[in-house]
Antibody, heavy 118, light 109 residues
Framework: EVQLVESGGGLVQPGGSLRLSCAAS????????MSWVRQAPGTGLEWVANIKPDGSEKYYMDSVKGRFSISRDNAKNSLYLQMNSLRAEDTAVYYCASYRVAHAFDIWGQGTMVAVSS | QSALTQPPSASGSPGQSVTISCTGTSSDVGGYNYVSWYQQHPGKAPKLMIY???KRPSGVPDRFSGSKSGNTASLTVSGLQAEDEADYYCSSFAGSFYVFGTGTKVTVL
């Protein structure tokens, strides 16, 4: 079964750090671009970052550049998001997603909640 | 990186059709044939319904169809069913990043 499972979310104080993980199974993880997409409570989807299959290219939304870092370990079929200098506006459910079809997110995890609050 | 514009809500009776618009710019929707649509039920992860403007993934009913004209893409749901009641989001490739729409809540009356 094709599956993505996120972990690592939780409650963190403003200015703090958190590392999200996403475990992939059922498909050739190392062949596909991967992304993180977030959804703040009661709002819409927001693309956060993506990474090339070999990890050589990474792109970020403007508001997280310099604070978030996306990475992957193809030997472990895992995707990561290191989040530093967290702000209240980063509070959201974070989904990992793959795009095995052209520029469309066809596999999604169940999401992990990140809450930034004092 | 501005969000694509969608109407907040749309509705129709069972069996009717509903069309949702998604308006962007020449830098995203108008510049690439990489518009996709997602269905999201409350508390669930999004599900891909349409990719590359009008292609349906395996398992998605042919009641769902997509199109694009200029900077505006559209999703049409024909023969509305109760299970189609959900939030729908469009998305477009924009060069080196992706932008999502503001979302449309579809209600089946």
């Amino acid at each position: 079964e094709v599956q993505l499972v996120e972990s690592g979310g939780g409650l963190v104080q403003p200015g703090g750090s958190l590392r999200l993980s996403c475990a992939a199974s059922g498909f050739t993880f190392s062949s596909y671009w991967m992304s993180w997409v977030r959804q703040a409570p009661g709002t819409g989807l927001e693309w956060v970052a993506n990474i090339k299959p070999d990890g050589s290219e990474k792109y970020y939304m403007d508001s997280v550049k310099g604070r978030f870092s996306i990475s992957r370990d193809n030997a472990k079929n895992s995707l990561y998001l290191q989040m530093n200098s967290l702000r209240a506006e980063d509070t959201a459910v974070y989904y990992c997603a793959s795009y095995r079809v052209a520029h469309a997110f066809d596999i999604w995890g169940q999401g992990t909640m990140v809450a930034v609050s004092s | 990186q501005s969000a694509l514009t969608q109407p907040p809500s749309a509705s129709g009776s069972p069996g009717q059709s509903v069309t949702i618009s998604c308006t962007g710019t020449s830098s995203d929707v108008g510049g690439y044939n990489y518009v996709s649509w997602y269905q999201q039920h409350p508390g669930k992860a999004p599900k891909l319904m349409i990719y590359e403007v009008s292609k349906r993934p395996s398992g998605v009913p042919d009641r769902f169809s997509g199109s694009k004209s200029g900077n505006t893409a559209s999703l049409t749901v024909s023969g509305l069913q109760a299970e189609d009641e959900a939030d729908y989001y469009c998305s477009s490739f924009a060069g080196s990043f992706y932008v999502f729409g503001t979302g449309t809540k579809v209600t089946v009356l």
